[in-house]
């Protein structure tokens, strides 16, 4: 046997031989969704236990092989496909996809890292609990990855992120051992907080394989709006006056601009504009749930009358049927095909404080038409979060003629994160940094809070083993892959 | 000069003359408000600012100095007063005590440390703001220390633990080096969540000298009312009922044992019972706040009285004044001083799930009748979050017969403790560690989380200066101080 095949033996000697795939069933797990990023590894590592985690981890570790843990694979930042150099192995956590406990009375499950989100929504309503996480991949992203990457999603602005989700966790350590912080509990004030620790820290300090979350009451009525604006300081202030008046019930506050919404609209199957007249410059769709049976529409409808009548706002639709709702709703959730139709959107995961957007985009867009007249921006985001998928949209002729596409992208994405940064925001909001933001977080992060993440990456993982070249400057082949993105 | 004079001199340059204080002044911060820990040190050091504190760390580390950081000295665990041995300074950051931000439009307030919590309400109030964080200490516990302890209290059943109020931290790190995280941002998914390391790790690895913090809507309205039950199973049941029919709106979840009760009715100043007839076993003190301006007390007494309707309690009280509802809360906020009236209670913090409360308190009662049958049980604690603080009542005679009481309390209390770790649970659920419960970190906690705990603080805090024999055995003076208590 030569060295591959004696490490794949004593790997199948750890997990079975259905545990370690090298075959064409490895291609799918070495290219993200969107096609923007590939990578090899020796082998696709199926553990079914977490025992088997740890004792992979501490063979991967004794033969210096380098692991990229991988959930649904739906990272739009590079962060869960394997580097393009080196001896890698892709550590799967998708047969580990038990729902272990589901406890309604108090209002937490325990899951295994692999279950698919949109499997734990369905096993919380069955007890009539809600698991609020929410995104557009619930329907084969895993709960390890949302943890690793502290996913975000539509629900941020009631129910917070990933990491206010999750009341425990088990962690194999690089090294193989294993922290069973699995806790139900509140309240636990005895020690450091590991916990949040390895909550976006997305696999580079070990591997989650299973999680306690927390459950909400299932709310037992939903009110649904789209509300339309001639300038985006009366949609801050619009939000900003929903969450005072309907505080722990505004569960959506999405917003769009005009050029997104006729995106939308234009590559959309059987989506109909809801207001009569010329699209307004901006909308925003806002949701509220409650507790109470009856009576939320009508008072959101009251409320969205009375600031009508007051000029608040250009328009206002209310959904009066569950039909209505669902339309309205689909045409926010039909953003990302749509855009990919359009042409060649240059897309950003932009936060600044929720009442720095109008400056944000203000700023943004005078940077565009001064430097970039061939863009179009595009504005799609959670604003009661202040998260902007900002983004800079251009034809595909004139994309086709791009000669540096990579250096293009850069440059432009670099002057949009100059501006989040001069108003206290961030490059990444939501979606984490993978390999393709490995060097944003040198150029805009305080160093001394680089420095401090460097050392805890030495601490727990002194080999730099675990997802190489993700989320830190200098802990593996950032270079190769930080350019990978096409 | 001898040593102590040149290393105070070299002190008061940092810190100016009035900055370093040594007389009688000194006095109040070597001694807890329970009078029960006791410490020395060589001084008490008074920054202003955040660039002071890096100068002193400095200094401190390189004269070999042990810095104990304290912010209005309310600990309960012995966290706040210095060790009894070795060359000790106090950290105080009470002169640091500036608002220095308050953003109505963002819901966000910045502060220094060293301001009085009752201070940080006011100024949220001022813009129709609620701050949550809500604790008897709150008149003269500082936020640094909050943060460092990750206070609790009796709003966390809908608002969370302080550290899910905190959006940014400032803290100085041992060696001198200053992290600024100050933001304001909901979310930012960009490296690893160093915040809430230091929210929580009780002064041991740096100084939190300022912080960004998260306001909420005042609320418009509030509805309370006191429940009886013969049996705390129907009292957990109707928590648990409540917080599913008002979610959102359950603000306070108080839960008293008869005994805890009538000894606060005792020895309170015009108190009154608020039923008739016998008083039950079990009182559940439930508050509401909502948005809406009225129609919250009604939707209350309507459910409380199909509840009763149905069986569900033995009485119910509903406030229908400000004064009403005054009362019933007077009758909670006085168990403390009452307790100390009544005898010598051994107090625990301890919090399991929920819906364990009834089997932890079945269990715990049964060993103290078998093993302590001079003790009553008196239970008062934050029932939403399954926190109870359960209490050994001894008469002040048992109490001055007992020889050793270290040993005897600590007896006791491994008792009750090794019931709640039997049910997932915790023997410090909201105070923290402090001196006191060292010990209990080595005997109770997880071993892995414990190595993983000792290797953070030696990464951060190498020489050992930070709190020394504080929250981790192994890092200081640990058996000097752990039984400091009488």
Known sequence: MNTNDSLLAALRQCLGDNGVVTDGDLAPHLIDWRKRHTGQALCLLLPR?????????????????RVFPQGGNTSVCGGSVPAETGRNVILSLARMNRIVEVNARNNSMTVEAGCVLADIHTAAA??????????????????????????????????????????GLEVVMPDGRIWNGLRTLRKNNSGYDLKNLFIGSEGTLGVVTAATLKLFPAPRSVATALLAFDNVDA???????????????????????????????????????PFAGATPAWMVLVELAAAQTDGLTEALSAALEAAYERGEMADVVIATSEQQRQDLWRIRH???????????????????????????????????????????????????????????????????????KVGFQRELSHVLYDIAAALDGTFSAEHGIGSLHVDEMRIYKDPVEIALMQQIKALFDPDGMMNPGRVLPGTGTT????????
Chains 1, 2 share one sequence.
């Open 49 to 65: 236990t977490t025992a088997q985690v740890a004792e992979v981890l501490r063979l991967c570790r004794a033969q210096g092989l």
């Open 126 to 167: 069955a007890v009539d609990r809600l698991f609020p996480l929410s995104l557009g991949a619930e329907g084969s992203c895993q709960i390890g990855g949302n943890i690793a990457t502290n996913a975000g999603g539509t629900n941020v602005v009631r129910f917070g992120n990933t990491r206010d989700l999750i009341l």
């Open 235 to 273: 949609a801050v202030d619009e939000a900003i006056r929903l969450q005072q008046r309907f505080p722990g019930e505004v569960v959506g506050l999405e917003l769009m601009s005009r050029s997104e919404f006729e995106i939308s609209l234009r590559h959309g199957h059987n989506l109909r504009k």
């Open 334 to 404: 039909n953003v990302t095909e749509a855009n990919t139709r359009e042409g060649m959107g240059l897309t950003h995961d932009i936060a600044v404080p929720t009442y720095q957007v109008p400056d944000f985009l203000r700023r943004a867009g005078d940077a565009l038409a001064a430097r970039y007249p061939d863009a179009t921006p595009v504005v799609v985001g959670h604003l009661g979060d202040g998260n902007m998928h900002y983004i800079a949209m251009f034809s595909h002729a004139f994309w086709a003629a791009v000669q540096d």
């Open 479 to 486: 270079a190769a892959d930080g350019h990978a993105t096409h």
